[in-house]
């Protein structure tokens, strides 16, 4: 058997697709967001990051920052152990009586990433409920695809946010075979936001539990941050609620927020929560100090809102492909994967912005992008200069305007 060939075989097909991906080595001076250090092998040069989702730039608030520093001091590095065993320290059990609280639940569970919450959370619901069905968005980020899948259990995907299909496939079963409908708030690719009250009335028509990513809502969404849901007072529709610490909230980790009960189980059953270390203590004493002051603060929310809206404006000026969208996402349409990576070389090389290309999988192969993350720490003159230069480069490369109308 050749190995190396069948590996080099396999990255050769991304290379030609134009979708093999490049890291950039940065370092975010903290202090300065969006500005960062880039390390090349011929130097080192300051860049502006346009792709991060650290939202609000709470990955370096200062209260966020004194608290994890608080937390090395008082506990040391690292958690120990699993939360069975040794790891579950008082910072862990604080924050998921806050992140209960924030959703209007009784219980949260923390995960070690948004990623794993939901794998470990649909996996263990779809073995736990005898027969249960999942109905998935067909939309649903990878880590709600790969659970539903661990699961083994039956599964329908219904079109993304079509309330009559969804109806239609929930009527075809049996009221009492158990289910659960499972769809996001803020669809991260294309910005767009699911109806969900009526898609919770849906779904408790057919007796179906509702699972609800709010990834890319929590912390910017909602009075008090609790995401999408709690702006449109349905909280209560929502049987789990599924967020993550890492945007938002500017750290990492992630959690569900449900009922005493299901919290319970999904802590006893699903491995991807039992086998493996917590999160450390810093990490979670800073976002305990981030959830704190984004249930109590809205000027970060405000100014984000706002400068998305600044954003979306400066380029529909330049005619520049915006996909619409009401929320906080700017994806701005490409439509061919060479011509996206060269347009994102070209703003880092030329210009020294950085944004990462979307391609395939992440979103359909004719739907390439770039999806500019706007946040309350990027200037208007940074803004300006971000359009001039797409500008410039959707000229020079001969990129068509007209992909997202
Ligand atoms: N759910 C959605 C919709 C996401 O976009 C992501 C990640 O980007 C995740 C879950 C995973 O979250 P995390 O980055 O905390 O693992």
Not at 61 to 78: T, Y
Not at 160 to 178: G, K, S, V, W
Not at 294 to 319: D, F, N, Y
Request: with cysteine; charged share 20%; glycine share 10%.
């Amino acid at each position: 058997m050749d190995y190396a060939s069948i590996f080099a075989e396999a990255l050769e097909t991304l290379r030609t697709e134009g979708r093999y991906r490049e890291f950039a080595d940065i370092r975010r001076r903290c202090g300065a967001f969006p500005v960062a250090q880039h390390f090349r092998e011929n130097g080192v040069s300051e860049i502006k990051v346009w792709c991060s989702n650290d939202y609000l730039g709470m990955g370096q608030n200062p209260a966020v920052l004194a608290a994890m520093h608080a937390a090395i001091d008082e506990a040391g590095a690292g958690s120990g152990g699993t939360r069975n065993i040794s790891g579950t320290t008082h910072y862990h059990v604080e924050l998921e009586r806050e992140l209960a609280d924030l959703h209007d639940k009784s219980s949260a569970l923390l995960f070690t990433s948004g990623y794993v919450a939901n794998e470990a959370a649909l996996s263990t619901l779809s073995r736990l409920l005898p027969g249960c069905v999942i109905f998935s968005d067909e939309m649903n980020h990878a880590s709600m695809i790969a659970g539903i899948r661990h699961g083994r259990g039956p599964k329908r995907i219904w079109k993304h946010n079509n309330l009559r299909d969804l109806e239609n496939q929930l009527a075809a079963y049996d009221r009492d075979i158990p289910k659960v409908v499972a769809f996001e708030s803020v669809y991260s690719m294309d910005g767009d936001i699911a109806p969900i009250g009526e898609i919770c009335a849906i779904a408790k028509q057919h007796n179906a539990l509702t699972y609800l990513d709010e990834v890319h809502a929590v912390g910017l969404y909602g009075p008090r941050g609790g995401g999408v849901a709690e702006r449109d007072n349905v909280l209560d529709a929502i049987d789990i609620v599924e967020g993550t610490l890492a945007k938002g909230f500017g750290l990492m980790g992630g959690y569900i927020a449900a009922s005493r009960d299901i919290c319970d189980a999904i802590r006893s059953f699903a491995p991807g929560f039992i086998f493996t270390t917590s999160l450390a203590p810093a990490i979670v004493g800073g976002a305990l100090a981030s959830v704190r002051h984004l249930k109590q603060s809205t000027v970060e929310r405000i100014a984000h809102q706002e400068r998305a809206e600044r954003l979306k404006g400066l380029l529909r000026e330049r005619s520049l492909p915006l996909l619409e969208n009401p929320s906080h996402i700017v994806p701005v349409m490409v439509g061919d994967p060479v011509l996206c990576k060269a347009l994102t070389d070209a703003l880092l090389a030329e210009f020294g912005i950085y944004v990462q290309p979307i391609n395939y999988p992440t979103v359909a192969r004719g739907t390439e992008r770039i999806r500019l993350t706007p946040g309350p720490l990027h200037s208007d003159d940074n803004m300006a200069e971000l359009v001039d230069a797409l500008d410039h480069l959707w000229g020079k490369l001969g990129l068509n305007r007209a992909l997202a109308a």
